[in-house]
């Protein structure tokens, strides 16, 4: 080809090139927009916020403009979502705890002990099962965008140790404002306060509770290893988080912005999972350093727990449905029996 033919080429390529961005450029436009989230912009959810908020900004060439707002400072995750919900908000990030208010069916991962791994709570989130539960926020006046989590949830308390399930007996545990999570706990025989968020560090600093359930790394940037002596890893729950927009707002985005969301939010995934799998693994140790008292709970009793708790389990099966519940366990059965 000649070295004029090539130039001519390469000019037209230029010119596609261009009119392709024209276009896409075209139907993105300047916005701006609050994510609200319950935690400190350090714990891995904020450093999602982040990473989904840059992610954004680059697609877009700066046009989509997100203000992250941590540790509740818009609301609580109830709150958020029904910010959202008004279009007040246009971004939030809810517990499925939390969003089981709205889509009663997130209440799956509630249940008491069903998750053994961080690979099976993954593949449920990952597979059909979490698809369709994503899908079932658009009849609530918010879109689904894709999960994060916040782990493993254990309990620290200012009391004793927990070793074995009578150690639980009359503890006054803040627990999330759920009732499977208030029923399991009354199961175990600690006395369960659903309390919000943003209350739960007063009301220990101040005696008014014993202790508080969440993951290792929420204990740690929520500051508790300065005012609880005693952490137990019990692996009770394991607590996905979806990040949500506002209906309102999405349906005055083109198809090329929602996809930018969604799109930002898929990468935020990825980087989610590597930072807050090697957080976890540092966690533990630095909640130690900080002078808190770590022990495990032997195989033993670890299975008295769960007997204890299998009756919330069953009472909630129908309610969630039994089909939902069913193909859950068998997702979880599949990775197990890979391991």
């Given amino acids: 080809m000649s070295f004029k033919m090539k130039t001519v080429v390469a000019g037209v390529a230029a ?30 959810v904020g450093l999602a916020a982040q990473k989904f908020i840059d992610v954004a900004s680059e697609k877009t060439g700066g046009k989509f403009k997100i203000t992250g ?46 998750f053994h791994s961080v690979e099976e709570a993954d593949a449920v989130v990952d597979g059909p099962v979490g698809k369709r539960l994503l899908d079932k926020f658009s009849s609530k006046n918010l879109v689904g965008l894709c999960y994060w989590d916040y782990g493993f949830r254990q309990v620290s308390n200012s009391k004793h140790p927990i070793r074995k399930i009578e150690d639980f007996d009359g503890l006054k545990l803040r627990v999330l404002q759920n009732r499977i999570y208030i029923d399991t706990f009354k199961a175990l025989g600690a006395n369960p306060l659903p309390l919000p968020y943003p209350e739960t560090y007063t009301a220990l600093e101040s005696k008014a509770i014993d202790g508080q359930e969440s993951s290792f790394l929420v204990t740690k940037s929520s500051g508790y290893q300065e005012i609880q002596k005693y952490l137990t890893e019990t692996q009770h729950v394991f607590l996905p ?3 949500l927009a506002s209906k309102r707002f999405w349906d005055r985005l083109s198809p090329d912005e929602q ?43 670890k299975a008295r727990m769960v007997e204890a708790t299998a009756s919330v389990a069953e009472k909630y099966k129908a309610e969630l449905g039994a089909d939902l519940v069913d193909e859950t366990l068998a997702t979880i059965q599949k990775v197990r029996n890979k391991q």
């Avoid at 927009?33 to 891995?44: D, G, H, I, L, R």
């Fill in 15 to 44: 010119a596609m090139l261009a009119s392709v961005a024209g276009q896409a450029s075209a139907e993105v436009k300047d916005r701006s927009m609050k994510f609200s989230y319950a935690v400190s912009a350090t714990n891995p």
């Fill in 69 to 114: 707002y941590p540790d509740a400072q818009l609301g609580n995750e109830i709150q958020s979502m029904s910010s959202a919900q008004g279009g007040i908000v246009e971004l939030t990030v809810a517990s499925t705890a939390g969003a089981a208010s709205n889509v009663k069916e997130l209440g799956i991962f509630d249940l008491p002990f069903l």
């Fill in 259 to 301: 996809t930018v969301l969604r799109d930002s939010c898929a990468e935020s995934v990825t980087y989610f999972r590597q930072v807050s799998r090697q957080m976890e693994k540092d966690v533990v140790k630095e909640l130690e350093a900080a002078g808190m008292e770590f022990n495990q709970i032997e195989p033993a009793e």
């Fill in 241 to 243: 988080a979806v990040v």
